[in-house]
């Protein structure tokens, strides 16, 4: 049962333009979610997060929103540049008795066309 | 500082072999964790230290074994390979278990045939 769920395997953007990455999820318990990004050969990144009580969180380009009623989040790059051009994982945190464990979405590849 | 590092970058094991992937932290990190990465599957939690001598089964730990070496390391161990074992496998650290933000090594591409 997957519930981090990135339904979209792959986006392609021209550079300059917006780049929309989305993640769903089923676990209502779920109270803080982050996006890291991958590129190959290399580990994830960790690149922007957001907890429960927020719906935006701004870092520059990066912009999170979560829409809690939805159980959705997404990643907004404006503009999006050709080194953006990578794997996006979407992961999601439950407070438990044994700490925080992240559980990771299937990622969206992001290839931004110069 | 070399943050998370990784032993090996790449190896290949018959079925039924044995061996022990190696990650070192550098950042004074409390909690340190494994996992592995399969296509259309993202990564997947296969045990975590929250901190030095404790350690407790992930989401997938059935084939593996792990040891905290100590603050710095933590191993993950294959006792008898099988192909279903082929994946990249990725260490990460975190200051405590409650940290959100994990730090990745550069991962071991592990194929068994």
């Known amino acids: 049962d997957q519930q981090v769920k990135q339904n979209s395997p792959s986006l392609s953007v021209q550079e300059g333009r917006i780049s929309i990455l989305n993640c769903d999820y089923t676990?209502?318990?779920?109270?803080?979610f982050l996006w890291y990004k991958k590129y190959p050969a290399e580990g994830p990144t960790f690149l922007i997060s957001i907890s429960s009580i927020k719906d935006k969180n701004e870092d520059g380009r990066f912009t999170v929103f979560l829409n809690k009623s939805a159980k959705h989040l997404s990643l907004h790059i404006v503009p999006s540049q050709p080194g953006d051009s990578a794997v996006y994982f979407c992961a999601a945190s439950a407070l438990s008795s044994s700490g925080d464990k992240l559980t990771f979405g299937t990622g969206t590849r992001l290839a931004v066309r110069p | 500082n070399a943050g998370v590092t990784q032993t090996p970058k790449f190896q290949v094991l018959k079925t039924g072999q044995s061996m022990t992937l190696q990650c070192a932290q550098d950042?004074?990190?409390?909690?340190m964790y494994w996992y592995r990465q399969d296509p259309g599957m993202g990564l997947r939690l296969i045990y975590y230290?929250?901190?030095?001598?404790?350690?407790d089964k992930g989401e997938v730990p059935n084939g593996y074994n792990v040891s905290r070496l100590n603050k710095r390391e933590f191993s993950l161990r294959l006792e008898s390979a099988a192909p279903s074992q082929t994946s990249v496998y990725f260490c990460a650290s975190s200051p405590t278990v409650s940290s959100y933000e994990q730090y990745f090594g550069p991962g071991t591409r592990l194929t068994v045939t």
């Open positions: 950042m004074n990190h409390n909690s």
């Open positions: 230290s929250a901190s030095e001598g404790t350690t």
């Open positions: 676990n209502s318990m779920f109270d803080y």
